[in-house]
């Protein structure tokens, strides 16, 4: 009996692999939907399973019922995943012949495109972040700036020294994820903004310090944080008027954007940001894709019917 297995299955997820209580719920819940269907397609025994069963639930959880809401491609993916633990299980137990769910895949979420600012937008929060003029505004201009015109993560920024920045070459040595380091390039805005800080403002901020190699220091001398330098953007978008939410990362994601507007290889764009591999960094063409489309929907005659 199918119902049966279930329950022998959900005491080995809870004594054998001692699974948190709120993750067993969520798999009670699941194998009770899948029941449900089992039962109304008249399955009483798991050998009667097939795969083309399985998919048949994937496609009802993605289409929902009179007592079901349509389910997103993640919380069907989720579901689809506690199904086929099932049938993997009932199969190493004994209590099925085959896996009628192995061949069967979870939906893959849709991907979600990066938020990229305008243009005019990304000027006008560098505009406001160096607008009081004082030290820390000088700074915040700088970091800014270094941002925007690299692409940095934000633990990539916080973490400059004043060494890796070179105005020669108009280089700056960024250490990424898992310890790796590139050297990419740095444009004269970002760098103008990083000279005037570290001659009229990193100065003043070192004397209240013990002294630190670290680029953006803190009020106090000590290397700025990745908090801070969050609400240093939050706070230049307000001033700036910009209403839609807008983090470190906005400005990594309107950096490679624009770059590929402006014609720059995908795999150039992939170097610059550090990508393992040039699948992350194709996101980013998607969103090109949907500005080409625009513009062409409203300036060719012949784009609309």
Known sequence: MVERAVRTYLDHLAVERGLAANTLTSYRRDLRRYLEHLDKAGVDSLDQVSEATV????????????????????????????????????????????????????????????????????????????????????????LLEVLYGTGARISEAVGLDVDDLDP???????????????????????????????????PELVATGKGTPALFLNARGGRLSRQSAWAVLVKAAERAGVTRDVSPHTLRHSFATHLLDGGADVRVVQELLGHASVTTTQVYTLVTVDSLREVFASAHPRARE
């Open 168 to 202: 020669v070459d108009h280089t700056v040595l960024l250490r990424g994820k898992g310890g790796k380091e590139r050297i990419v390039p740095v444009g004269s805005f970002a760098l103008e903004a990083v000279d005037a800080y570290r001659v009229r403002g990193r």
């Open 55 to 142: 998919t048949g639930f994937l496609v009802a959880l993605r289409e929902g019922d009179a007592d079901h809401p349509p389910l997103s491609s993640t919380s069907a993916a989720r579901t689809v995943v506690a199904v086929r633990g099932f049938h993997k299980f009932a199969l190493a137990d004994g209590l099925a012949q085959a896996d009628p769910a192995s061949a069967v895949k979870p939906p893959t979420p849709a991907k979600r495109l990066p938020k990229a600012l305008p243009l005019a937008d990304v000027e006008a929060i560098l505009e406001a972040a160096g607008a009081p003029g004082t030290t820390l505004a000088l700074r915040d201009r700088a």
